[in-house]
């Protein structure tokens, strides 16, 4: 059982940039794979960004390629995303999301409540 807890949300003009945090509780963390996803009002749900157990293997979607990183520290217990060059057009709730694997996974189990990011223009 993994419970997370997004922050670092909120209001930054375009071309800006933020950090989300996502913490997680209990001692497996590092077994887990972490991701961020996002939704914005009206559309589906779409994943952002993953990265495996260790850090060393990541995904981004195509829009998020060269302005989002994400990150993790195993000894906090912690994952990260930090986006760049935001778009008003990225404006969502932001949520991060876990599963047990060893790779990236394409179902998570285990999600935060979200983040509210707004992107004004």
């Known amino acids: 059982q993994v419970h997370l807890v997004e922050s670092g949300g909120g209001l930054v003009q375009a071309g800006g940039s933020l950090r989300l945090s996502c913490a997680a509780s209990?001692?497996?963390?590092?077994?887990?794979?972490m991701a961020w996803f996002r939704q914005a009002p009206g559309k589906e749900r779409e994943l952002v960004a993953g990265v495996n157990w260790s850090g060393g293997s990541t995904y981004y979607t195509d829009s998020a390629k060269g302005r989002f990183t994400i990150s993790r520290d195993n000894a906090w217990n912690t994952a990260y995303l930090q986006m760049n060059s935001l778009k008003p057009e990225e404006t969502a709730v932001y949520y991060c999301a876990a599963d047990y694997a060893t790779g990236l996974p394409s179902h998570y189990l285990y999600w935060g409540q979200g983040t509210q990011v707004t992107v004004s223009s």
């Open positions: 209990g001692r497996t963390f590092r077994r887990y794979a």
